[in-house]
């Protein structure tokens, strides 16, 4: 029996070039055409989209954006009670084991799409804190306290990098659409899941070289650069581990002769 075609497509175009339509409801419209299409992938890239990370997840690479990063120390000071002193300091004055942890110059966006597009809506920007940071409090005191008390170390995160982060995804959609308009001949109305699974390959790269599948709900690490993702310049953080186990594989591969490029979507 022969697959229908898939409806929706028009929905969601009208949808993901309304500047003005939560990117939440194209991602949903985008979810539907996945399901119908029994595309696993999408659906799994979609619905973290939608829901966000978990701490301690790995996220995809164009969710690590820029951040400024500070520490807050205790009150101190003659006529200053109650007044706690944050200052920006440099990963580099960070002690050693901190910064083996990965604490950098980049912090990992884990909200969805709703909660973004409501934060960047009450116009504050964003302090994050780096997982376990607590643990290692202590250490950051004894190494910048200077006689104080480290309170917090935290992340300054602005929200342009939320906007840039949601302008990543809304781009995905568009090319996505974009691509299986150009998978469909002429007068068709509807495409099928042949040209939904066509698309899906070239949008988002859910293949290794071999053909093998990558399911990307784990977060979708990759050893390969894409246009519109920051790249950070130190150190990969701690939750990175499958990064790292991938450019292993690669190294390997590459003394062994084969030439692999592994690369999942963004």
Known sequence: MTTPDIEGLDQLERTVLDEDASLATALRLFLLIAGYAHQEELRAWAL???EGYDVGEEVPRFREVAATLEITLEPSGPGRPGMEDTRQISPYQLPQSVRDRGVGEHAPIRYGVREMEALIAMGW???LHPPDSAEYLAEVTDELGN???????????????LRQVLDHIRTRLTLFVAEVRAAMPPGQRNPSPDQIDSAA??????RVGDGTTINIAAGGSTVTTSVNEPVPTLPQPWWHRSSVIWSAIAATATIAGVIATVAVAK
């Open 125 to 127: 920007n964003l302090e």
């Open 147 to 161: 006689g104080s008390t480290v309170l917090s170390l935290h992340w300054r995160v602005r929200l342009t990098a």
């Open 201 to 206: 390959q070239q949008v988002f790269d859910f």
């Open 48 to 50: 973290k989209q939608l």
